[in-house]
């Protein structure tokens, strides 16, 4: 039985700058694993964020192939490519980047209305989902939470269209120990459901200590640790 939800093969993307050029992902090859927390950890520079966003299908690699649900989504264009980032991966971001003129719960409900889901519908599921990440604050705004509760939020909307597929960049990074460690557990938690995986560049030790598997990358190459 083949439990990875995503297969990336010889992924290679370069950047130029002038004569120079940038080697940020260099032949990468890449399983990620349902019900899996899986960390990529790497100095500054390093590419960690670059290939997260190859992915989730935010940048197009050079060469290679990512392959989800049989499909190389490498080969995807226009409403193809939209329709699969809001149906199959879910993005968390360090800054939260949420709306701050809308409420906690308009935030988690917008991708929703994006997919099209009655008003109903997405205002019951958004509610459970905030729930679930432990917000029972629905119609505030963003900027009157915390940053550990920002980022519950940004968490329970990249769930929202129900994605098996959550990439995170660096979401304990604005955030103190304590809070991030909660954050980071309900990571790992999320991995338990529904075949789920969770994708994580990150500096922060503890993340690595709780994901089941760790990778390095350096010099565009990728290497699992644990």
Request: without cysteine; aromatic residues 6%.
């Amino acid at each position: 039985m083949n439990d990875n939800i995503l297969e990336a093969t010889n992924l290679k993307k370069y950047f130029s700058y002038g004569r120079k050029t940038l080697k940020v992902a260099d032949g990468i090859n890449f399983n990620l694993k349902k019900n899996t927390l899986t960390s990529i950890i790497g100095k500054s520079g390093s590419g960690k964020t670059t290939l997260l966003y190859l992915i989730g299908a935010l940048y197009s690699p050079d060469e290679g192939s990512i392959i989800v649900d049989g499909h190389d989504i490498t080969l995807l264009k226009g409403h193809e490519l939209n329709l699969f980032r809001r149906e199959k991966i879910g993005l968390v971001f360090q800054d939260y980047n949420l709306i701050p003129n809308l409420s906690v719960l308009e935030n988690v409900m917008l991708p929703m209305e994006f997919a099209g889901i009655p008003f109903g519908e997405r205002r019951d599921r958004a509610k459970k989902l905030l729930t679930e990440v432990g917000i029972d604050i629905f119609n505030q705004r963003p900027t009157r939470l915390s940053g550990g509760e920002q980022q519950r939020v940004a968490i329970a909307r990249a769930l929202a269209n129900q994605t098996k597929i959550i990439l995170a960049d660096e979401p304990t990074g604005n955030l103190d120990s304590e809070t991030g460690l909660k954050i980071v557990e309900l990571l790992h938690n999320l991995t338990k459901q529904d075949g789920r995986a969770v994708l994580v560049v990150t500096h922060d030790q503890e993340i690595s200590k709780l994901s089941d598997e760790v990778y390095h990358i350096k010099d565009g190459k990728l290497t699992l640790f644990k």
